[in-house]
């Protein structure tokens, strides 16, 4: 009935109407401390950001005074509802970890009607706002377009929202643009080096004073997958008595997270230092027992599993379930084998889920109560071993 396309009037209009009616709640639910560039005024422009939390499409973009158009996850687009409001708010599906043509001739379309084009280079959000790997892909995109590059670089989203933590805190949140002065005559290779440095921020910056934070728990054990002292796996538990504390079921030491995500116990630590220290623990490539590895060849296994294969614009279809196994060679579900060089792309997507590439097939495993974390560190390390 209407186009709803980025760049079509109807999603002009939208677009307008919501940033109008959202302003002014966000504008007191968000506190936006800027740090503001001279940005073009009537030339398109690559808006690059780093990738900290969900809302970070919106914290770059929102006060810029000019509509964007957004490059997102095809993954997004999956979801139900998703599919018919991401393009209204000016978003364009883009496939991860494969060569999505139609994207790409797309985006050059809008940057040349005059866009400002947003972009994450680093491609996911990242759990505890370390800066991620920014693919090559942005410096040949650079040099194709010619393009001028503005950086936001959002300075504490991670501290807003952790990407593990399922309730928000509430603290002012810091963003910086920054116009680069590139010179496109250089390698993509170069220019992707100036990109991810002006991109870089200090994952263990302080929460600003003021900053209230409730039920920081909640969705931590996901994320740190076993104990940071005993090394129990999935042995942290939220306290159903306190919801900014975990406890661990084996030994029972205690935590208690803060709004800087630094975790208050007998043994303080950053998150990231924890789950750095857990990651070192089970060794590369990981295993959960060096004797069950040695005796049988197994590196992880669960009870119970399900996988599911992704179509784009089809429901996932039920694959096979049963017992899941990660051997030496293998990952088995049920009575479905996949050799660990069939298997690449690992990650973990939209409402954490595992997926992965076999050929140019996407699987999901879906591992019941276990984390999905977890799984995906046993995996990729696997893989790519």
Request: net charge positive; glycine share 6%.
């Amino acid at each position: 009935m209407f186009d709803t396309r980025p760049g079509s009037p109807f999603q002009r209009v939208f677009y307008w109407f919501a940033w109008s009616l959202l302003s002014v709640p966000w504008s007191l639910m968000f506190r936006w401390k800027f740090g503001f560039a001279d940005l073009p005024k009537d030339r398109p422009f690559l808006l690059l950001s780093n990738h900290t939390s969900l809302y970070d499409p919106f914290w770059s973009a929102f006060w810029i005074g000019r509509r964007a158009t957004f490059m997102a996850s095809a993954a997004l687009f999956r979801v139900p509802v998703l599919r018919w409001l991401l393009p209204l708010c000016g978003c364009f599906p883009k496939a991860k970890y494969v060569k999505d043509r139609d994207s790409m001739a797309f985006l050059a379309e809008r940057y040349q009607a005059g866009d400002v084009i947003m972009i994450f280079p680093e491609g996911v959000r990242s759990w505890d706002g370390r800066p991620g790997k920014v693919g090559a892909g942005i410096g040949r995109l650079v040099k194709r377009l010619d393009a001028e590059v503005v950086v936001s670089r959002v300075l504490n989203g991670h501290l807003y929202q952790p990407r593990w933590a399922r309730y928000p805190r509430w603290l002012p949140v810091r963003i910086e643009h920054e116009l680069l002065k590139l010179d496109t005559s250089a390698s993509a290779e170069e220019l992707t080096e100036q990109i991810a440095a002006a991109l870089h921020i200090d994952h263990a910056i302080q929460a600003p004073p003021r900053s209230i934070g409730w039920r920081m728990a909640h969705g931590f054990p996901a994320f740190l997958w076993a104990c940071p002292s005993c090394f129990a796996l999935e042995g942290l538990k939220v306290d159903p008595n306190d919801g900014d504390s975990v406890t661990c079921t084996r030994c029972q030491s205690r935590w208690t997270l803060d709004t800087s995500n630094r975790m208050n116990g007998a043994t303080p630590m950053l998150v990231t230092e924890a789950i750095d220290r857990v990651r070192a623990h089970f060794d590369s490539p990981p295993r959960a027992s060096a004797d069950r590895l040695e005796a049988d060849s197994v590196a992880l296994e669960s009870a119970s599993a399900r996988l599911r294969h992704l179509v784009s614009g089809q429901p996932s279809a039920h694959v096979d379930e049963g017992p899941v196994r990660l051997t030496r060679g293998v990952l088995q579900v049920g009575e479905t084998r996949f050799a660990l060089d069939q298997i690449h792309a690992v990650s973990v997507e939209v409402a954490n889920m595992l997926t992965f590439r076999v050929d140019e097939a996407l699987y999901r495993l879906e591992v019941g109560d276990e984390s999905t974390l977890k799984w995906a560190h046993f995996l990729k390390g696997w893989t790519e071993a």
